[in-house]
């Protein structure tokens, strides 16, 4: 131990050995001293010590010109006992013949609440991962830092990833998993966090620019927000005016005027929302619109898609 110490002690000693300060070199002296007392420590102790391992050195090694340290360590050779010993044969084992059951295993279905409570925290954190790229993108394209056509490529990218982990979810724990069931799961316990009652069916309160509302309780809007809750609400009101042969039209300004050089994320949670429902209602007519031409339309973006859906009477997805 003591003379790896040494060993230590002097190749640190090396290293710093150089152009250096005057209190460094008064430091350095105070090391070589503590070597110089541990070098005679290691004489005195030497001819006590019963050893049958031979220890070189750093140095030593060094002046042999052994660049590999594990060239200095002494080799013993093996006994004749142990170059000659042979194992004892092994014993036969019968093989054991195959034995016929008819019991059927079966994967094991995730169903308890838990495990779907954390798989739903899961999907929801990604989605919010996915959403707060894609709005990174689109402020830069209205900054002119980004083209139009890498934002549109990010956007269809970032749906198609949230459509396949809805796909990943339904798999493990059923098909009839809608969005709502996944935003109770996430919803419901925050509420009751806050003393909440959570209400089953959200109710669909008049909101325009002049009556701004928020869809649930303010304790819970950030809940609401990551859970994408105000906009599902959005458009579950749009639905009910969806129909055959027919084009919902916007009055005017009703829900407010969107002003896209507003920082979104800076705004209040009211805010954030009266700025989406602006958006949304503004674009959702639109889209409604291109559905009527019965010969299509030559792409489709996720708006017009969904009202396609919508009329068919399909449910909204995630």
């Not at 005017?252 to 949670?269: E, H, M, Q, R, T």
């Amino acid at each position: 131990m003591i003379d790896r110490t040494i060993a230590l002690r002097k190749k640190h000693a090396r290293w710093f050995s150089g152009p250096q300060s005057r209190s460094q070199l008064s430091s350095n002296e105070s090391h070589d001293f503590f070597i110089g007392v541990m070098e005679k420590v290691y004489d005195v102790l030497k001819p006590r010590c019963q050893t049958t391992v031979a220890h070189m050195r750093d140095d030593q090694i060094s002046s042999l010109g052994i660049k590999n340290i594990y060239a200095a360590l002494p080799v013993e050779e093996p006994s004749e006992g142990f170059i000659n010993y042979e194992p004892p044969p092994a014993q036969p084992v019968d093989a054991a013949e195959p034995v016929e059951t008819n019991e059927v295993y079966t994967i094991e279905v995730l169903e308890s609440l838990e495990a779907k409570y954390l798989a739903a925290q899961c999907l929801f954190e990604d989605i919010a991962d996915l959403r707060q790229s894609v709005a990174k993108m689109w402020s830069a394209f209205e900054g002119k830092g980004v083209d139009l056509i890498p934002c549109a490529l990010a956007s269809n990218t970032a749906v198609d990833l949230i459509r396949k982990a809805q796909e990943d979810f339904t798999k493990e724990f059923g098909p009839e998993t809608t969005y709502e069931d996944l935003a109770k799961l996430v919803y419901f316990p925050a509420c009751f966090a806050q003393g909440i009652i959570p209400q089953h069916e959200v109710t669909r309160t008049k909101i325009s620019a002049s009556n701004p509302k928020l869809p649930c309780d303010s304790r819970v809007a950030g809940v609401a927000e990551y859970i994408m809750l105000g906009v599902r609400i959005l458009l579950g009101a749009f639905e009910d005016v969806i129909k055959v042969n027919n084009a919902p039209i916007l009055q005017g300004d009703y829900f407010g005027k969107y002003d896209a050089s507003v920082d979104w994320w800076s705004l209040s949670p009211l805010g954030r929302f009266m700025s989406d429902t602006a958006l949304l209602m503004r674009s959702l007519p639109d889209a409604c619109w291109l559905t009527l031409n019965r010969g299509g339309v030559p792409a489709e973006d996720q708006l017009v898609r969904y009202c396609h859906h919508s009329r068919k009477g399909g449910k909204t997805e995630l």
